[in-house]
């Protein structure tokens, strides 16, 4: 498995575009990066998932560059809302998932 | 949108005692998952499930733990003697790998989630 890294907390302010950017060097050539939102006392949701270049959907967008060592998770705009952990997991195929610590965001009105 | 469910959503129990935690799954999904998360930590693999056997499962998923699908919509999570070290949460989880909902890999559905307590 791949392992990867993110920041251990992000601050923003309501209203701004929030990037987190996640490592994962070893990333194989038919992983899948994928990110998970987890809210308090909730179970993860699935948020997005890439293999390169951009993608885009009604919640985030993904930023995978061509060497696909790392990968960001842009958040638009967010809200108080938005206030969660999220988890950058490489992934291939069917697959149990390995949660890291994840990254929290804290939205700050 | 479908989802999966669990109950209950708190379980308090005495040290030594059985649980069982319910799942209903999403209703076309075909493998089935538990996870634990201790409070303050990470969300941690438990066992997966397909075709009614256990298709993996980690160190923590111990002669304690035991799942059963018991009917065509339920899925369980039995601990035999609960342990002070059992209290978590406990999360169900369910895919349809190459199906309708998921992409190129294994996209998974969470419930809300069982608080166990174990006194």
């Known amino acids: 498995l791949a392992k990867t890294t993110q920041p251990i907390s992000m601050d923003s302010y309501e209203g701004q575009e929030v990037n987190i950017t996640c490592s994962h060097n070893?990333?194989?050539?038919?992983?899948?990066i994928t990110w998970y939102q987890q809210f308090p006392s909730q179970g993860p949701r699935f948020i997005i998932q890439?293999?390169?270049t951009k993608v885009t959907n009604e919640v985030a967008s993904l930023f995978i560059p061509a060497d696909r060592k790392s990968s960001t998770l842009s958040l638009p705009r967010v809200s108080l809302s938005d206030t969660a952990v999220y988890y950058c997991?490489?992934?291939?195929?069917?697959?149990?998932?390995?949660f890291g610590t994840g990254t929290r965001l804290t939205v700050i009105p | 949108e479908p989802e999966v469910t669990q109950t209950p959503s708190h379980q308090v129990t005495q040290m030594g005692q059985e649980v069982i935690l319910r799942c209903v799954p999403i209703?076309?999904?075909?493998?089935f998952y538990w996870y634990r998360q201790i409070l303050g930590q990470k969300v941690e693999f438990l066992v997966s499930?397909?075709?009614?056997?256990?298709?993996?499962k980690s160190e923590i998923f111990d002669d304690q733990f035991s799942v059963e699908r018991p009917d065509g919509s339920n899925f369980t999570l039995k601990i035999r003697s609960t342990k002070l070290e059992d209290s978590a949460m406990y999360f169900c989880?369910?895919?349809?790998?190459?199906?309708?909902?998921?992409?190129?890999?294994?996209?998974?559905?969470f419930g809300p989630g069982t608080r166990l307590t174990v006194l």
């Open positions: 989880a369910s895919s349809d790998p190459g199906g309708l909902t998921s992409g190129p890999t294994d996209t998974q559905y």
């Open positions: 070893n990333i194989a050539t038919n992983d899948y």
């Open positions: 890439g293999y390169k």
């Open positions: 997991l490489v992934l291939t195929g069917a697959n149990n998932l390995f």
């Open positions: 209703s076309n999904h075909l493998y």
């Open positions: 499930f397909y075709n009614n056997e256990i298709s993996e």
